[in-house]
C-alpha cells in the first residue's frame, strides 16, 4: 500500500475506533457487538450500537440507530456530506436505509459473509438500478471488529454448553 493511501486511511482508522468503542459497548450490553457512528466532516453526528435484544426489536441494528441519530441533530432526512462507519459489513436491511438516507460514503470494518450486503452477498449501496449511490471503503480496522465478534460468540457458545446461560437460540 502507497503512503499516500496509508494518509488517506487515518481519519477513516480515527473514526472506526469510535464505532469500535460502540460496538464494545453493545459488548458489554450482551448484544452481538456492532458498532456506528456518523461523521460529518470531523464532527460525530449521530452513534449507535446493536440493541436487538434489549430493544427486543429486529430492527435495532447499530446502523439504523446511528442514521436516525444524526438524521435527529442535523434535522434532516438527507444525509449528504456525511459518511457512515460501522464495524460490520451491513446487512441488507441496513444496507437499503443506507442508500434512502443519500449519505455520501460509507466505510464498513469486517466482511459479513452471512449477511454482507455492501459487497459479499449483494452491493445494495452501489447498486445502479437504485437512484443513489454510495462510496464504500471497507476492511478499515477489520481485525479487530472481527475479534470482537469472536469473542462473542465464543462466550456464548461456553454459556450455552454450560447451560447457565439461558436461552439457547438457533
Ligand atoms: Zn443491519
Known amino acids: ?7 488517506l486511511s487515518t481519519p477513516h482508522r480515527l473514526a472506526m475506533k469510535a464505532a469500535l468503542r460502540e460496538a464494545e459497548m453493545a459488548f458489554e ?27 427486543q426489536d429486529p430492527t435495532a441494528h447499530a446502523e439504523l440507530l446511528a442514521l436516525t441519530a444524526a438524521c435527529s441533530t442535523l434535522g434532516t432526512k438527507v444525509l449528504e456530506g456525511c459518511t457512515l462507519y460501522v464495524t460490520l459489513e451491513p446487512c441488507p436491511m441496513c444496507a437499503g436505509a443506507i442508500v434512502w438516507s443519500r449519505i455520501d460514503r460509507l466505510v464498513f470494518g469486517a466482511f459479513d459473509e452471512k449477511a454482507g450486503a455492501a459487497s459479499t ?43 447457565d446461560g439461558g436461552p439457547v437460540d438457533g
Do not use: W
Open 1 to 7: 500500500m502507497s503512503s499516500s493511501l496509508d494518509a
Open 29 to 55: 450490553e450482551g448484544e452481538v457487538p456492532v458498532g456506528a457512528v456518523v461523521m460529518r466532516g470531523t464532527q460525530v453526528v449521530g452513534r449507535g450500537h446493536n440493541m436487538v435484544e434489549r430493544l
Open 121 to 163: 452477498l449483494y452491493n445494495i449501496p452501489q447498486d445502479p438500478r437504485l437512484n443513489h449511490r454510495v462510496e464504500i471503503v471497507s476492511g478499515v480496522e477489520a481485525e479487530r471488529s472481527a475479534d470482537l465478534l469472536r469473542a462473542f460468540f465464543a462466550r456464548r457458545r461456553v454459556e450455552a454448553a454450560s447451560g
